[in-house]
């Protein structure tokens, strides 16, 4: 094998090794997207099912759950939790004219949004903050939990 045949062998394997690590590179990425918490409601501040059962309790936050109808009949509702289903007929502007009609058109009124798993949590409240709404936090471990925790069912947190 000249020297010429074995750079280009070399250059071959040596692009074969850099493919491969490329290919590692983008599942890891991956892997970390899927559980790294979606960016959409990344300026919404966070709140454990925890912490929002305890200020719920005390009157300083409204638990709105967002899921829909099926869900909210399997898993139950977070106790004393207002529903505004997120994915409606309506729409977003559905969804926005629901949660005026239970925040009182108070914008201002500080609320915690619950789904499932964090996601429909985390887009509604970057929606609510671009509509106005001054106080509104994610429990992002959901109902069934996520990447952020166990979620409320698993912490046997009370249920309506």
């Known amino acids: 094998m000249n020297r010429a045949s074995r750079a280009i062998e070399l250059h071959g394997a040596a692009v074969a090794v850099l493919l491969l ?10 892997i970390l997207m899927l559980l790294t918490p979606f960016a959409a409601g990344a300026d919404v501040p966070l709140l454990s099912p925890d912490q929002a059962w305890m200020e719920a309790r005390s009157g300083k936050v409204l638990i709105i759950d967002i899921r829909n109808a099926p869900e909210w009949a399997w898993t139950g509702v977070p106790k004393g939790a207002a529903r505004a289903s997120w994915w ?27 789904c499932a798993r964090g996601v429909r949590s985390s887009d509604a409240a970057a929606f609510l903050r671009r ?13 069934l939990g996520s990447a952020a925790g166990p979620g409320w069912l698993k912490r046997q947190l009370p249920l309506e």
């Open 131 to 143: 509509q106005g709404f001054s106080n509104v936090r994610d429990i992002g471990e959901g109902m």
């Open 88 to 114: 409606q007929v309506g729409g977003e502007s559905g969804f926005l004219k629901d949660v005026l009609a239970i925040a009182g058109d108070a914008r201002d009124r500080p609320i915690a949004l619950i």
């Open 21 to 30: 690590g490329m290919r590692q590179l983008r599942l890891h990425l991956l």
